[in-house]
């Protein structure tokens, strides 16, 4: 009988580099496996890959929420690429250390020099699992959760490592700043963000995120799909129906898109950056979006795509907000979802709202 092995696959990159595909059909050759994912755009690039079948995306998890969900196999592997092996190496320190204290066999997957990587003790399923996938171990220090740093005047430093100037920086979702620098701090007074060293601030994203514990803030640089991917369309049939259409709001959120367009038939989204990530999540469902934006995008996800059907409105700048806030007090009576007729009546409601605001509408 196959030893079973839990397998946790993290972000898109190695799904879409064919890492994922290449190390599961080589497991399931010895072990019995059960993988799930972690991450939002992970999501999409399962379903891009056609994976969906051998690696489970019905749930969102953090990381060591995962981990601890298969706790009960015999082994777990986080399978993972990171920019770098040492950047990789730093994300599982972080994800392992808020997980139980189980072992955990990290394989960071890149192109031609992958290593595997045990925590917590796990050097015997590192040394048998290296030897399937013919790569080196490296022993890394033990896992250790984000390090704060507490100066003198009272102020919380957290640094963020392997960022590369001109990536956006991102905390719990929000776009922060763009890093001019190698050196980045978050800087907190009292859960709230005072400074962002060796980047240029976007005051909007700090006024949008408050407050923030800095030890498990999820903090996130550059695109969040780095790799060249094949999309896989979704079948697109909303514009043609009508009556109780199934509409869900989806407002500076675009993590949740999963999750919040269940069951929908069209989605209304808010902000120039959750428009191209849910718009672009949502194209592989078959989903239609009316999107609201003010042109300040911040180009997290390029080479976006947006379902046949959908349009974009674009309002004053700084202006997205408002005109969200209103659509969803005035459309959706304070909530997410709501019914309408068809795809065009949500479309002149929200333009009506929009009103002397509204600069132009793109239709696709």
């Known amino acids: 009988m196959k030893p079973d092995i839990g397998v946790v696959i993290h972000g898109p990159e190695v799904i879409d580099s064919g890492g994922a595909r290449h190390v599961l059909n ?4 010895h072990y019995t496996v059960t993988a799930m994912l972690g991450g939002t755009m992970g999501r999409t690039a399962v379903l891009d890959a056609s994976l969906e079948d051998e690696i489970d995306i019905s749930t969102r998890m953090a990381l060591s929420e995962t981990i601890d969900l298969l706790s009960w196999t015999d082994a777990v592997i986080l399978l993972s690429r990171g920019k770098s092996i040492d950047s990789g190496i730093a994300f599982g320190r972080i994800a392992v250390s808020r997980a139980k204290k189980i072992p955990v066999i990290q394989i960071e997957c890149q192109m031609r020099n992958g290593v595997v990587i045990p925590w917590n003790g796990a050097t015997e399923w590192a040394e048998a699992i290296a030897g399937i996938l013919c790569l080196p ?14 100066t003198s005047d009272g102020l919380t430093h957290r640094r963020i490592h392997n960022v590369m100037p001109g990536e956006t ?8 700043g763009t890093a001019v620098s190698r050196d980045v701090d978050i800087v907190v007074d009292d859960c709230r963000i005072v400074d962002i060293t060796g980047t240029r601030i ?5 006024e949008k995120l408050r407050r923030v514990d800095l030890k498990s803030a999820l903090v996130r640089t550059g695109s969040i799909r780095r790799t060249k991917h094949k999309v896989r369309v979704g079948r697109a049939d909303a514009k043609e129906k009508s009556g109780d259409l199934r509409v869900v709001l989806i407002d500076h959120d675009a993590e949740s898109t999963f ?9 209304v989204t808010v902000g120039d950056d959750t428009t191209a990530i849910a718009g672009d999540i949502l194209y592989r469902l078959g989903i239609p979006v009316i999107g609201i934006t003010d042109m300040d995008l911040d180009d997290v996800l390029p080479d976006t795509n947006i379902l046949p059907g959908s349009a974009v409105l674009r309002v004053k700048p700084g202006y997205d907000d408002v005109v969200g806030d209103m659509v969803r007090d005035l459309l959706f009576g304070g909530t997410g979802k709501m019914v309408a007729q068809s795809v065009g009546s949500v479309r ?3 333009e009506g709202i929009a009103g002397a605001r509204l600069v132009e509408v793109l239709e696709y």
């Open 259 to 267: 999750e919040l367009s269940e069951g929908a038939d069209l989605a």
């Open 26 to 29: 080589i497991l399931q050759e």
């Open 348 to 350: 002149e409601q929200v």
């Open 202 to 206: 976007k005051e909007h994203g700090i």
């Open 137 to 150: 171990i490296r022993t890394p220090a033990p896992a250790q959760n984000v390090r704060l740093v507490r």
């Open 169 to 176: 920086i991102r905390i719990n979702g929000i776009v922060v």
